[in-house]
């Protein structure tokens, strides 16, 4: 099993989703404190341990996060932290002229592909050092036994440019 580990500094946050009323719609945005940490978690990633040294997953994968949060204000659920995290470290994609395009290459092609947060943790309270410690797993996956369509697909080899 191939596992990679690494260390983003800051309070986790998760996205706590908004409903608001736009240019008389509805929407559904992010909090403004997981717009600022998403943008410093990739941030990290770029300048820490850049892309030319963390592997990029497309097949089953477990994920374990310990997160150590600043204080107890504002206590988040795990859940929440878990999706947010997914979310970052998952490609970026952007819709142009109806297709599906990669815009940015993360470390998980799709949040989909987590199998298991086994270990995942709330771990405690560092108010000098909030952070999140993931480590990344590949798990043996095979056609004869994988039930996403998705993965199947990138284990034939058709990955119908996905990027």
Excluded at 6 to 18: D, L, R, V, Y
Excluded at 49 to 65: C, D, K, L, N
Excluded at 135 to 156: F, H
Aim: glycine letters at 6%.
């Amino acid at each position: 099993m191939n596992s990679f580990t690494f260390t983003i500094e800051g309070q986790p946050a998760t996205k706590k989703n908004h409903g608001i009323i736009a240019r008389g719609h509805a929407a559904v945005l992010p909090s403004t404190n997981y717009k600022k940490y998403a943008e410093s978690f990739r941030q990290q990633m770029l300048y820490k341990i850049t892309p030319s040294r963390y592997q990029h997953f497309e097949t089953g994968v477990q994920v374990t996060a310990h997160y150590y949060l600043q204080n107890r204000a504002h206590y988040p659920d795990l859940v929440g932290l878990m999706q947010a995290t997914a979310d970052i470290i998952s490609d970026e994609y952007v819709t142009i002229n109806h297709k599906r395009v990669l815009a940015q290459r993360w470390i998980l092609s799709d949040d989909r592909i987590i199998k298991s947060w086994d270990g995942t943790k709330i771990a405690g309270i560092d108010k000098a050092r909030p952070r999140v410690e993931i480590t990344i797993t590949k798990l043996d996956t095979d056609v004869a036994t994988e039930m996403d369509p998705q993965i199947i697909r990138v284990l034939e080899g058709k990955d119908n440019g996905r990027g």
